[in-house]
């Protein structure tokens, strides 16, 4: 979710994304509120050209499946 130009450290569509979630949080929910929102972050994903999102430190996590032996 990172953009190779400008500032490193801002994510790409990261403030669309936080509004939407913050929206769905919200109590009492909003509903056209947050379709507002999720329409926003949609059309900036469609710009910037957004492919896969992925949290902070989880592109270094590989799960590996565990087998167990009786």
């Not at 379709?35 to 799960?63: E, N, W, Y």
Request: aromatic content about 4%.
């Amino acid at each position: 979710m990172e953009s190779g130009k400008g500032n490193a450290n801002k994510a790409v569509c990261g403030e669309e994304a936080l509004q939407l979630l913050n929206c769905v949080t919200e109590i009492p929910f909003d509903q056209d509120k947050c379709q507002r929102f999720l329409l926003s972050l949609r059309q900036c994903i469609l710009d910037k050209k957004v492919k896969k999102f992925s949290l902070a430190g989880q592109d270094q996590q590989v799960t590996k499946p565990t087998s167990k032996k009786a």
